[in-house]
């Protein structure tokens, strides 16, 4: 019997394989779209995965402002922030987010998926959301999919 087959592969920062990919999210739900993100950008969708290690991908969000929320969850969900100052809670909801940071929805969606650790915080940076169809990163040639 050949033991080497049986070996794990973990892997570090130098071994990982990162690429960028484009994702539409134009008529795409919000949660739904936000989870697969959220799998990309932490690399379970690699068979190399590493719990401890960023070996996930840069994920492109374009049409970020066509994005949809089921039920009544577009006027009804509330995002509670606070100030740190007394009295400094603050509340918004999705179409009140939409008309002043529209790329600002699927962030806060895509960052309560990830790990609330300092490893969360570094793949949080593998995110760019934009509300259009441009964005700045054709040099790294991303590839387009659809989820």
């Not at 919000?30 to 994920?59: F, Q, W």
């Not at 793949?123 to 040639?141: D, K, M």
Request: glycine share 8%; hydrophobic share 35%; with cysteine.
């Amino acid at each position: 019997m050949n033991t080497l087959s049986y070996k794990t592969v973990s892997a570090n920062a130098k071994t990982v394989n990162k690429q960028w990919v484009v994702v539409d999210a134009q008529g795409e739900i919000l949660g739904r779209l936000s989870s697969k993100i959220a799998m990309i950008i932490r690399g379970k969708n690699k068979p190399e995965y590493t719990p401890h290690v960023d070996c996930g991908d840069n994920v492109i969000v374009i049409n970020a402002d066509k994005i949809k929320l089921t039920g009544n969850k577009f006027s009804e969900k509330i995002y509670t922030s606070y100030t740190g100052y007394p009295g400094g809670q603050r509340f918004i909801s999705p179409k009140e987010l939409m008309a002043k940071h529209p790329k600002r929805v699927i962030e806060k969606a895509v960052r309560g998926m990830l790990p609330k650790t300092k490893l969360g915080a570094k793949l949080y940076t593998n995110l760019y959301v934009y509300a259009g169809t441009e964005h700045p990163h054709a040099a790294q040639s991303p590839k387009t999919i659809t989820l």
